[in-house]
């Protein structure tokens, strides 16, 4: 049973410091930290730790294979603790002329703060850091021990989590993990992820001659790396979203009847959806319901990304293109492996005649759910009822990906969701924004899960 | 019959002012002219007008529905008037980092120079002044009438140029017309072409949303602007080259019994293409021989130009793209034409399913060829046989294209060509070059026929 005056205390606290909290959101977006593009990445995590350091804890930029992870720590008066994965990488800022205002410079525009990262990933570092904050100040001390592990390289398919994690098992030892997201749905009804989609991300690529080539001296002769490109991608999937690469599907495993139960459960978005994006409609003629949910998130997919050959300026240039190149991410669903996707991928283009197509392996993740009786899990619920008022929605799996495998896999962790997220937040396109609303109340969420967390059992 | 003693001392004076020459093309190469970007065209169009005045001839800039165009003139001794057809654009520089030298800085290294547009077509502009230069000084007085007409837009398909022959048919009168380029071969045999391909460049655009989506949101269930391109593209042509747009082979010509034996006489330069280009070889397993070089210009092409769609910077970036579109170059043969083009691809693209695939004409003209009998045709032969020291390669179709048609077919001129190129040049491509010894010999060969132009019946 938990305090409600003591939650009330807390609430308020939050309330009152939302502005030092909102200084504190502006000045870590102002530090770009691009890890497609390497840009300020070791600034970046200097300043997480020095952030943190700065609210008492323990903290540390650690280095692994890949970008640098900042590594923190605090005491509480239990024994129990509680893990946080963030990370304090941003997607490109790119294409920059849609964006309204600049990409690393906070900007308020109505109850709405617009920055590249502000809400995946930079609010939740803030958000954590300013529940903490209102916890110990209104019980005197943190009721649990906490760890922080803040990567960057989320958004390059967090490569290194695994073996870092793997490699770190006694220092992030713990009993629980609240995950780097959350929020609400559009009718402002909190969320609650229990898996994510694994992804196996690759760039096709080819080259058919050493320099380009004028259009009317080789076109018809000389091979052209754009249509080898085409042709190549053309056998990977038709057009009505069957994948073809000869055993795609043989290691997914069907929705169970829980699994179908708790979508059930979850509202349709799709008019809002269809309305955010500005689409015509929804693949192979879905309109809504649990089919279209069913499909968004159990089916594994096959994503072009990006598209890249020859001339691509303005007006023409005639020329024939000596490279062309894909990235294509798939997004893989229990129990389906990256190292597997891409053994079938390799095979079936060379049985398709595109030896000549490169693969390389960009950004892999393994797919994995939690169990939804666990007790962690329960808390989450409860306190989001409290904040919220509302009774959350919990997704059995969600579509995006993250490295919660090697968390929930190795570390044996149960790992739950709590955040400021919103549909309109724009995540990884021009003009991500929070709104000010969800940012107190995903603290507050955050709070009553740290204040409750060492009575659930 | 010429005279030789005077065609000796033209060929001396060419070679004692060649540093003069060489100064004047480093000018112009100076002034970037990139009609694809608008950069440079209006200042380049008048430098260009101030080159002919300074070397005596009248001159303007004229307006058109496009890009300014030079019109200059000359009187001469004889009714005869010989016309100029040349332009001052040039293609985009870009990739800029595979140049050894600045693209718009003529720096020599050797006996080869570098420029953008240094071969195409600014040598030329410069190898026409040099050699009614010579002719003049050494003659006292041009033995012809000279007009000039130099475009601006022959990069992105001359797509003014009909309509202003068309309408200026009574100013650009002349009686025969010498072509924008010229030079020889591998073995540096002068080389003849008596016509050109049609081109119809198009750009296919699709927009399936309003914004780019996270790919692991909408990836199962969004349509993907970039998969519906790659779809599209799949439709027009096979991995055996045929071009699957219904009715687009019913206007092709066959090659006439003349056209194969010309072709036959021409050497086989598949060996250099392949070592030129870093070709593994040549498409649908042809290896060289009559039937490549009648593939190369008898039949019509679809060449993919550009690609462009999504995320293409380095690493990741997990985007489904709301936009996609390729630029696509078809080469047409008599009696094909750009508007006959559009509306089969049109049709199709809508037949297969693909109206939401927009076609967008960026640049079209038709193909034209000339009698291989007419005396202007039989004077440049000959005296590329008296300059080069060897028998011309008469190509009765060349794979490139320009704007020809109206002045074959409107103005009823036999059009021939002479110039600087050479299969090195690497026009369209970075490190755009000449080579001094074919620019002095493209001068001659320009001169002797200015000189010997009265007396062609």
């Not at 139960?261 to 409609?281: C, I, K, T, V």
Request: aromatic share 8%; hydrophobic share 40%.
């Amino acid at each position: 049973m938990q305090n409600n005056d003591l939650l009330a205390k807390i609430d308020a606290h939050i309330e009152e410091n939302v502005d030092y909290w909102l200084e504190q959101l502006a000045r870590l977006c102002a530090q770009p930290s691009v890890s497609a593009q390497n840009f300020g990445i070791a600034e970046t995590a200097e300043l997480v730790a020095a952030m943190l350091r700065e609210q008492g804890f323990r903290a540390e930029v650690m280095s692994s294979d890949g970008n640098p992870v900042v590594y923190g720590e605090g005491d509480g008066t239990s024994d129990k603790t509680l893990l946080f994965y963030l990370h304090y990488d941003v997607q490109p800022p790119e294409p920059l002329e849609l964006w309204d205002s600049p990409p690393f410079e906070m900007t308020r525009r109505g109850d709405k703060f617009y920055a590249r990262g502000i809400s995946d990933d930079k609010g939740h570092i803030i958000a954590r850091l300013a529940a903490l904050s209102a916890v110990r100040d209104v019980l005197g001390e943190l009721p649990c021990n906490v760890k922080f592990i803040i990567e960057g390289e989320e958004e390059v398919g967090s490569i290194h989590m695994p073996a870092f994690v793997q490699e770190h098992q006694d220092l992030l030892a713990a009993d629980a993990c609240i995950w780097e997201f959350g929020g609400v749905d559009y009718e402002g009804n909190p969320t609650q992820s229990l898996g994510m989609r694994g992804i196996c991300y690759v760039e096709l690529s080819v080259q058919t001659a050493s320099i380009d080539a004028h259009s009317g001296l080789g076109g018809s002769i000389f091979p052209n790396a754009a249509w080898r490109l085409v042709w190549a991608l053309n056998t990977l999937k038709d057009e009505n979203e069957n994948i073809l690469i000869p055993g795609f599907y043989e290691n997914v495993l069907p929705p169970s009847d829980l699994d179908l139960e708790l979508l059930g459960r979850l509202p349709d978005h799709s008019a809002q959806l269809q309305e955010n994006y500005g689409l015509a409609g929804f693949l192979n003629g879905m309109t809504g319901g649990v089919e279209l949910k069913k499909t968004a998130v159990f089916q594994p997919t096959c994503t072009i990304c990006g598209l890249t050959s020859g001339y691509q300026g303005p007006g023409t240039k005639t020329v024939l293109p000596a490279k062309a190149s894909a990235k294509v991410d798939f997004r893989l669903v229990p129990t389906q492996s990256p190292p597997e996707i891409v053994e079938k991928l390799r095979a079936h283009l060379d049985a398709q005649g595109f030896s000549d197509v490169e693969v390389k392996l960009l950004g892999g993740g393994r797919p994995a759910k939690v169990a939804p009786d666990h007790p962690f899990v329960k808390l989450a619920v409860e306190t989001a009822v409290t904040v919220y008022g509302k009774d959350p929605l919990v997704e059995p799996i969600i579509g995006g990906s993250g490295p919660n495998y090697p968390f929930i896999h190795v570390l044996g962790l149960p790992v739950v969701s709590a955040g400021i997220g919103y549909p309109g937040s724009q995540v990884h396109a021009p003009n991500e924004n929070m709104q000010l609303d969800y940012f107190i109340l995903g603290i507050k969420h955050t709070a009553h899960i740290i204040e409750g967390f060492p009575r659930a059992e």
